[in-house]
């Protein structure tokens, strides 16, 4: 079987001496932990930067990320990739932005800004719904989705059945997070990021070796598809118009774990937990950054060695949807290409290489289990059910709350034949509430019907969507179904939304100004500002920071990726605009300092 | 960050580096002797990075 490894002794003590280390770093913190639930949800709130961004990027890819990207690669092409690329705006508009104004809120969850931001009964429901929603079904989803990527890898890499694997695996993740709180997931992720990231660029490079070089590389490419190099999608075919809407939509609009419109999820439990608003702001920045222009490539280069070695991948990939392939290539499904290469690594990286898997699986699960329990206790068990209990009374409820959602994921995980089918589902359900999310913070109108309203209406344009009115949409145009299904969501959302938000009160002026004097939004806040005696938060240095830091990512990561593919003249000049990027973002960084330097 | 409190993740990195180390004896090609010393060199470094933060 392609892929299925043979394991030395040696790798498998690398295996069994990373769970142990891995184990024990947990276990060192639990006793910090038990100190209180701001210990052990948000570290104390004293997270380095260098901390959370890390495990931001270590919490964003699942194990079968790499396998799914290389996937890609050889399905589609390098430009398929823009599928994710296009959440790369959302990502520094929340870094620019959202992240100093989500660490000046003071909040535990993402759901506890709706208690900052609106009142009412309204409000309080608003909350407690998506405490279960996002604590038990969205994450519940997630630990799913995550463990039965895993299964694909057991199955793919090692050819074994993954049941007890998986329980051990499990079983140890389960008992870390459990005790350990934020510290021992961020601290264990930092270790697991370092891993998949060493483990997968030594493999990329002695993919490169055996192939016999980047110039091979793509002269061996370029032969059997030059399109298959091209970092933009050619021509106006499919992939062109999906990545399109994409770039346009996707960002703003959908409720992705990771990239949320506004900041959300794991990266506001980050960004609550730093130091300080600069520790926030710089952590989510090195996520983004490291996310997009470091991680992809050695994924990337490992797809590309495999087709250039193994041409059957390329063939197996471009006999169309639903055709059965031939004997001789039944084994070169894209998803196999990865583990392909594994073949060429030596004893002891191999162990590594193995062990990141692992480490990338556990990663996950660690934030999905602390994240979960954070908003069942803090948005659904505090406001709702507490009955007088102290400090470490309410850890050991986060504990038996990451114990609630271990067992409903694992529940999840073995009973969804297609966790990917309805994940789709849950992201397309939500998927018109991201203007909301990033104009509550700019717009002091919105209400809490405002987040409600678009939360109804994207799940009703979504039903419409998936009995016809997609599919029509799809033949009008000749676009892709799914992504026009997308704009249609967001943009009935839109219409929904905001003459709801008209036609209901807003917050009370006590809300609004509470609100504002902790926060300091910018955007528009009627005479809030003048109420709470505060200047008005303007927000050029900020977009122009948006812009120039996007303009170094992207021209990082294209300019990267070309200077691989031998694309020297595109190279440079992606390289010169993200140096042009960095530029405009160090002047933005030095008209802060002069600013606060004068107010002192 | 300037207390002990992230002192565990430099050790990590220290212990994971040990078995690279071994393995660049146990290797029989050079690809697998650099290969394993420069991930194990970059464990260390990442260790003493970690390390010389926690105020150590």
């Given amino acids: 079987m392609i892929g299925a490894l043979e394991l030395s002794g040696w790798d498998w003590a690398f295996i069994g001496w990373f769970l142990a280390v891995t184990l024990g770093i947990g276990l060192y913190y639990s006793k910090r932990a038990s100190a209180g639930l701001s210990e052990y949800f948000l570290s104390g709130r004293k997270l380095p930067w260098w901390a959370l961004g890390t495990s931001m990027v270590a919490t964003t890819f699942a194990a079968d990320t790499p396998i799914a990207v290389a996937g890609f690669v050889v399905a589609a092409g390098v430009a398929k990739n823009w599928v994710w690329w296009s959440f790369l705006f959302g990502g520094t508009l929340t870094v620019f932005v959202f992240s100093r104004w989500w660490r000046r809120a003071e909040v535990v969850t993402e759901i506890e800004l709706i208690d900052r931001r609106y009142d009412g009964g309204a409000a309080r429901a608003l909350r407690g719904f998506k405490a279960i929603y996002l604590g038990l079904v969205l994450n519940a989803i997630t630990f799913g989705w995550v463990t039965n990527a895993m299964v694909n890898v057991c199955e793919v890499v090692f050819d074994i059945r993954p049941a007890l694997a998986l329980a051990v695996l499990l079983a140890l993740t389960f008992v870390y997070t459990m005790l350990s709180g934020l510290w021992g997931v961020v601290a264990t992720d930092v270790l697991q990021f370092a891993m998949a990231l060493l483990g997968a660029i030594l493999l990329a490079v002695l993919s490169v070796v055996e192939v016999g070089g980047l110039g091979e590389l793509v002269r061996r490419v370029g032969e059997l598809d030059p399109a298959t190099l091209e970092i933009f999608p050619t021509g106006w075919g499919t992939l062109s118009m999906t990545v399109s809407i994409l770039v346009l939509v996707n960002w703003w609009a959908v409720y992705y774990p990771g990239a949320e419109p506004g900041g959300g999820g794991y990266v506001t439990q980050r960004m609550s937990a730093a130091l300080d608003e600069d520790h926030a702001r710089k952590g989510t920045l090195w996520f983004i950054f490291a996310h997009y222009a470091v991680r992809p490539w050695p994924w990337i280069i490992v797809g590309l060695a495999a087709i250039a070695l193994e041409p059957r991948f390329f063939?197996?990939?471009?006999?169309?949807?639903?055709?059965?392939?031939?004997?001789?290539?039944?084994?070169?499904?894209?998803?196999?290409?990865?583990?392909?290469?594994?073949?060429?690594?030596?004893?002891?990286?191999?162990?590594?290489?193995?062990?990141?898997?692992?480490?990338?699986?556990?990663?996950?699960?660690?934030?999905?289990?602390?994240?979960?329990?954070?908003?069942?206790?803090?948005?659904?068990?505090?406001?709702?059910?507490?009955?007088?209990?102290?400090?470490?009374?309410?850890?050991?409820?986060?504990?038996?709350?990451v114990a609630v959602v271990a067992a409903v994921g694992s529940i999840v995980a073995w009973q969804m034949t297609s966790v990917a089918a309805g994940w789709g589902v849950l992201m397309q359900l939500t998927a018109g509430t991201?203007?909301?999310?990033?104009?509550?913070?700019?717009?002091?109108?919105?209400?809490?019907?405002?987040?409600?309203?678009?939360?109804?209406?994207?799940?009703?344009?979504?039903?419409?969507?998936?009995?016809?009115?997609?599919?029509?949409?799809?033949?009008?145009?000749?676009?892709?179904?799914?992504?026009?299904?997308?704009?249609?969501?967001?943009?009935?959302?839109?219409?929904?939304?905001?003459?709801?938000?008209?036609?209901?009160?807003?917050?009370?002026?006590?809300?609004?100004?509470?609100?504002?004097?902790?926060?300091?939004?910018?955007?528009?806040?009627?005479?809030?500002?003048?109420?709470?005696?505060?200047?008005?938060?303007?927000?050029?240095?900020?977009?122009?920071?948006?812009?120039?830091?996007?303009?170094?990512?992207?021209?990082?990561?294209?300019?990267?990726?070309?200077?691989?593919?031998?694309?020297?003249?595109?190279?440079?000049?992606?390289?010169?605009?993200?140096?042009?990027?960095?530029?405009?973002?160090?002047?933005?960084?030095?008209?802060?300092?002069?600013?606060?330097?004068?107010?002192? | 960050m300037t207390d002990r409190t992230v002192m565990p993740i430099a050790v990590g990195f220290y212990l994971l580096a040990v078995p690279l180390l071994v393995a660049i004896v146990i290797s029989d090609n050079a690809a697998g002797r650099w290969t394993n010393a420069i991930a194990a060199a970059v464990m260390i470094g990442l260790g003493v990075a970690v390390h010389r933060r926690s105020g150590s």
Wanted: one cysteine or more.
């Fill in chain 1, 315 to 401: 063939e197996y990939a471009r006999l169309g949807e639903g055709v059965a392939p031939p004997a001789d290539l039944d084994e070169f499904h894209q998803d196999k290409a990865y583990p392909y290469m594994f073949q060429f690594l030596p004893v002891g990286i191999l162990g590594l290489v193995v062990a990141s898997f692992l480490a990338a699986f556990m990663s996950t699960i660690t934030t999905t289990l602390n994240l979960s329990a954070s908003y069942l206790v803090n948005d659904f068990y505090l406001p709702f059910v507490r009955r007088g209990d102290d400090e470490r009374g309410r850890v050991l409820v986060a504990r038996v709350a």
């Fill in chain 1, 434 to 600: 991201g203007p909301v999310l990033i104009l509550r913070w700019l717009w002091w109108r919105v209400n809490a019907w405002s987040e409600i309203s678009a939360m109804i209406a994207s799940a009703i344009a979504f039903i419409f969507a998936r009995v016809g009115v997609g599919e029509w949409l799809a033949q009008t145009t000749g676009g892709p179904k799914d992504e026009l299904q997308l704009v249609f969501i967001a943009a009935t959302s839109v219409a929904v939304w905001v003459p709801v938000t008209f036609a209901t009160q807003p917050a009370s002026r006590a809300k609004l100004r509470a609100f504002y004097e902790r926060v300091r939004p910018g955007g528009w806040w009627s005479s809030v500002p003048d109420e709470c005696q505060l200047p008005r938060t303007l927000l050029g240095r900020e977009l122009r920071m948006w812009i120039a830091s996007t303009a170094m990512i992207f021209g990082a990561l294209l300019g990267l990726g070309s200077l691989l593919l031998l694309d020297t003249m595109w190279g440079v000049i992606w390289v010169c605009i993200a140096v042009a990027g960095a530029v405009g973002l160090r002047m933005g960084f030095q008209s802060e300092r002069a600013e606060r330097e004068a107010a002192q």
